[in-house]
């Protein structure tokens, strides 16, 4: 059963996108996440305005890309929103599964750059054993070369 208490919805709205607060002279604005419920032809806007926003900011269509993951966040978060005015609980559960999305990302990009790090140290422990080989191999070619002056005396 969904809880729809307005007050209480405004309040858990608030805790999970809080309000915008800013000063202007002598004036503190807040600014509150609506708690108007969203009509169909809202959907239809955001999505128009997600598509028009990925392609102005030039977003790449595949791959890492902080501005696409940036304007999928704040979609995220607007349904994330008008969700939780229709069904509390439904919004609460699509805020833990939002974290635990980010949660797990940045356990991938933390495994990834450790992966990259391992490789680069790799490389670098790689060069130097080959420069030592290169430097053992000279180091015997002279030392043939001495031989082969010795027998040759």
Known sequence: ?????????????NAILPPIEWTTGDYLY????SSTPATES?????????????????AKETGLCPVREELYAQCFDELI???????VERGMLLVR????????IDAY?????????F?????????????RIKDKN?????????LEQELQS
């Open 42 to 58: 809202d959907i239809e806007i955001l999505q128009e305005e997600l598509d028009i926003q990925l392609q102005s900011r030039e």
């Open 30 to 33: 807040k600014k509150c996440v």
């Open 97 to 104: 599964l939002r974290d635990e999305i980010n949660c797990t």
């Open 109 to 117: 990009l933390t495994m990834y750059e450790s992966g990259i790090a």
């Open 138 to 146: 000279k180091d015997l070619k002279l030392f043939i070369q001495n």
């Open 1 to 13: 059963m969904c809880s729809n208490d307005k007050k209480q919805t405004q309040e858990i709205l």
């Open 119 to 131: 490789g680069i140290r790799k490389d670098l422990m790689t060069d130097h054993k080959r420069q």
């Open 81 to 87: 929103r008008q969700v939780t005015i229709n069904c």
